[in-house]
Nanobody, 120 residues
Framework: QVQLVESGGGSVQAGGSLRLSCAASRSIFRVNDMGWYRQAPGKQRELVATITNGGSTNYADSVKGRYTISRDNAKNTVYLQMNSLRPEDTANYYC??????????????WGQGTLVTVSF
């Protein structure tokens, strides 16, 4: 199995920055695509950004130009640099990874979530 451990959440004023990290535990599973999702109170979980093994990225329109996703494949770690934060960015942010075993078994893994709070 694979476990994801997130860090970096917290409280910041509007216009500020935060950097989230998510490390995948060592496993026989190979980590493929990784990404970040968020869920605000009373709302559905939504995609924020994803990144492939090769570094191709995809962003939600609401964060384009403000957020940057990156990864260190040697460390099985994905990062989310969040700049120009807005109160509407307040949410629990979840790390996600698509993994595959040597025998081809696929596994989707979620982190426990880290809270980001942006105040006016």
């Amino acid at each position: 199995q694979v476990q994801l451990v997130e860090s970096g959440g917290g409280s910041v004023q509007a216009g500020g920055s935060l950097r989230l990290s998510c490390a995948a535990s060592r496993s026989i599973f190979r980590v493929n695509d990784m990404g970040w999702y968020r869920q605000a109170p009373g709302k559905q979980r939504e995609l924020v950004a994803t990144i492939t093994n090769g570094g191709s990225t995809n962003y939600a329109d609401s964060v384009k130009g403000r957020y940057t996703i990156s990864r260190d494949n040697a460390k099985n770690t994905v990062y989310l640099q969040m700049n120009s934060l807005r109160p509407e960015d307040t949410a629990n942010y979840y790390c996600n990874a698509d993994c595959i075993s040597p025998l081809g078994r696929t596994l989707e893994v979620w982190g426990q979530g880290t809270l980001v709070t942006v105040s006016f």
